[in-house]
């Protein structure tokens, strides 16, 4: 069996966890009973994620579009959102993990967002790998965001326009403490992006896997760090440069 290569691990890893729905359906089930058992794989994604050495791992749980889901499906996700929140405090204890938010935090159900803010204290002095969780998340409005930002900066000759670079950009993201993403996953067999980190994926290596999430295990994982590791990364340079 091949083995990860621990020098050359991903730095960031993201995920777009994707497939409850259809999981559920599979077995004659509602779309919520897949949302539980996604859970699971949230859990073991996270723990294998510090066990073998990732230092940002960022988890899309929910986006700006999910919103116009059935109201049923929306409230069942805040609900898991808060219990899951409240039990898994233990183990980003004991894996030393910082939790961090990415999205319209203030768009979530008060109770989803005072638990998250309260996890997100608790853990705000553990120096393992910090943990993101994309919620009420959307690329496009992040940006929108960040350009009104700047622009009133701008506005008040806080900024001149022509110092306005990426590391400025990068500033106002809600992503300012993270670096590039180098890995990003998506599961489910769907080939594309979901308004997910639009900007930091510039040079991220994609991998697309047909498991459906309550089914993503640390072997799926693995495999996907592997797979990784036997790419060129060779940000437009040519190959000769490189070696
Ligand atoms: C991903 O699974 C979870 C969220 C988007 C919250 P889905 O609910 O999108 O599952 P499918 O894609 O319908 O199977
Ligand atoms: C993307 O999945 C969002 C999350 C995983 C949270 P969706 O299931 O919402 O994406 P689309 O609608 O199929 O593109
Ligand atoms: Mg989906």
New binding site residues.
Partial sequence: MVNIDQERLPKHIAII?????????QRGKH?VF??EN?VNAVRAAVENSARLGIDFLTL????TE?WN?PKL?VQT?MKLLVASLRKELKTFIKNNIKLNAIGNIDALPQKAASELRDVIQKTASHTGMTLTLALSYGSREELKSAIQAISVKVKNNIISPDTIDEAIINSHLYTHDLPDVDLLIRT?G?HRISNFLLWQIAYAELYFIDV??PDFSEQHLVEAIINYQNRERRFGKTSEQLS
């Fill in positions: 966890m994707d497939g409850n729905g259809r999981w559920a359906k779309r897949g949302h996604g899309y749980a929910f986006s999910n889901r499906e996700l489910s769907e459906l999430w």
